[in-house]
């Protein structure tokens, strides 16, 4: 089948994306009052991600799993960031297009308005938020329709730059999306998974002063 892959990488020292992803994760936990704590887990996760973000053929996918609380979503998101700035700056603006969707949000949108919802399922690089929280299945002028399994299917058929974080845990996948969804995530991505407890409600009540520690 032929490819549409379009895979972009940020050619820069792999440390110096890392202090990047983590600055930028530890500035938007400090705004909502969180310590966005580096333990030596998450600078493992920082790091990995900081390698699939330099190396041109790695796995299409990154899947962030683990339970809730524990710096998916704000690492994520400065991944999405950290590429759309150096996607605009290197290719010029909105030339790689980039979307950030929670995937309640995304079969929100297949129902509402079905062409923006192909434009965010055709986008160069799509983060998919908090996979399994959206319904399976939805019925729509007396149709059945799984937007998130067709949506993974079509991204994975086009080789698609995509990130996904999810509570899931390996075992709870399957009864949710099926082992051909299942053994199509395990072979298109990276995976990492977040062990540390959650860092919500580890705040003092006033945003505090992000952490200075680096990556090295």
């Given at each position: 089948?032929?490819?549409?892959?379009?895979r972009?990488?940020?050619?820069?020292e792999?440390?110096?994306?890392?202090?990047?992803?983590?600055?930028?994760?530890?500035?938007?936990?400090?705004?909502?009052?969180?310590d966005?704590t580096?333990?030596?887990?998450?600078?493992?996760?920082?790091w990995s991600?900081?390698?699939?973000?330099?190396?041109?053929?790695?796995?299409?996918?990154?899947?962030?799993?683990?339970?809730?609380?524990?710096?998916?979503s704000?690492?994520?998101?400065?991944?999405?960031?950290?590429?759309k700035?150096?996607?605009?700056?290197m290719?010029?603006?909105n030339?790689?297009?980039?979307?950030?969707?929670?995937?309640?949000?995304?079969?929100?949108?297949?129902?509402?308005?079905?062409?923006?919802?192909?434009?965010?399922a055709?986008?160069?690089?799509l983060?998919?938020?908090d996979l399994?929280?959206e319904?399976?299945?939805?019925?729509?002028?007396?149709?059945?329709?799984?937007?998130i399994?067709?949506?993974l299917?079509?991204?994975?058929?086009?080789?698609r730059?995509?990130?996904?974080?999810?509570?899931l845990?390996?075992d709870?996948?399957c009864?949710?999306?099926?082992?051909?969804?299942?053994?199509?995530?395990?072979?298109?991505s990276?995976?990492?998974?977040?062990?540390?407890?959650?860092?919500?409600?580890s705040?003092?009540?006033?945003?505090?002063?992000?952490?200075?520690?680096?990556?090295?």
């Open positions: 089948m032929p490819t549409s892959t379009r972009f990488n940020i050619p820069c792999i440390r110096d994306i890392a202090n990047g992803l983590y600055l930028r994760a530890a500035v938007a936990a400090a705004k909502r009052g969180v966005y580096l333990t030596e887990g998450l600078r493992e996760i920082i991600s900081a390698e699939w973000l330099f190396d041109p053929d790695a796995k299409p996918w990154l899947l962030f799993m683990g339970l809730c609380g524990n710096g998916k704000t690492l994520a998101r400065a991944i999405f960031d950290l590429i700035d150096s996607a605009d700056r290719l010029g603006y030339e790689f297009s980039v979307r950030y969707r929670n995937a309640r949000e995304l079969v929100d949108l297949f129902v509402r308005d079905r062409d923006a919802f192909d434009r965010v055709d986008a160069d690089f983060v998919i938020d399994g929280t319904p399976q299945e939805i019925r729509n002028y007396g149709m059945t329709h799984t937007p399994i067709d949506l299917l079509y991204r994975y058929e086009r080789n730059m995509t990130l996904i974080t999810t509570n845990e390996g709870e996948l009864p949710h999306y099926g082992e051909r969804i299942v053994d199509r995530l395990r072979e298109q990276l995976t990492l998974t977040f062990l540390d407890s959650s860092f919500r409600g705040g003092s009540g006033s945003p505090p002063t992000p952490p200075q520690t680096r990556i090295e």
